[in-house]
């Protein structure tokens, strides 16, 4: 199956500092999807883009669709502590086709 | 808002044994997913549906099966247990083209 490269693996920042992590494909997607994962939890949605250049924000999280439909970005700015997790990207080809990347650790040190 | 839920958050089971993980979505959601996720491999995509009994293979289908015998309800099989199944299993739906909804998870270990 394809997956999707997403950067960094892991960052470690301190509260308050802004996070960027990013996602690329060889494939154009349809739909690049940022979802954000609790230890022991399931993935939960953050931010949905369907149309190339799409620039979308979510509170302190901003996410773009790139213009060859083959990337993705996530920023989150001024972090706090519960931004902690794991945070995936998914790109969706067509129905039910849906690839992630491998994610992106966040750990915030207050 | 979209619930998904599974049946049991940890489960612990014997190598030979069969296990049932189901999956219950309460939108009225066309497509139902389910996946496993290991460290360092992400998400993995065992089997989709579509449609009441519908069913698809996704990339790791092997000593799994599903049931979709009602629209909400999505079930994984392990025939035989192994101890290399020992994994978090996710369960997703989705309404059609758009994004997926996840459950929280069945952490499963198969000694």
């Known amino acids: 199956g394809q997956q999707l490269n997403q950067s960094p693996q892991s960052m470690f920042i301190q509260e308050g500092e802004d996070v960027s992590m990013n996602c690329t494909s060889s494939s154009i997607f349809n739909t690049w999807l940022w979802y954000k994962q609790d230890p022991g939890e399931g993935p939960v949605l953050l931010i949905a883009l369907y149309k190339a250049g799409e620039l979308t924000s979510n509170g302190r999280l901003t996410a773009q669709f790139g213009i060859t439909r083959k990337d993705s970005f996530l920023n989150i700015s001024a972090s706090i502590p519960s931004d902690v997790g794991i945070y995936f990207c998914?790109?969706?080809?067509?129905?039910?086709?849906?690839?992630f990347g491998t994610g992106t650790s966040l750990t915030v040190i207050p | 808002d979209v619930k998904v839920t599974q049946s049991s958050r940890y489960l612990v089971k014997r190598t030979g044994e069969k296990v049932f993980l189901e999956c219950v979505q309460d939108m009225d959601h066309e497509n139902m997913f389910w996946y496993r996720q290991d460290p360092g491999l992400g998400l993995r995509l065992i089997y989709f549906s579509y449609d009441v009994k519908m069913k698809e293979k996704g990339d790791i289908p092997e000593g799994y099966s599903v049931s979709r015998e009602k629209k909400e309800r999505f079930s994984l099989i392990l025939e035989s247990a192994s101890t290399n199944q020992t994994s978090m299993y996710l369960c997703a739906s989705s309404p059609g083209q758009w994004e997926q909804f996840f459950g929280p998870g069945t952490r499963l270990t198969v000694l």
């Open positions: 998914a790109g969706q080809l067509r129905r039910a086709q849906f690839y």
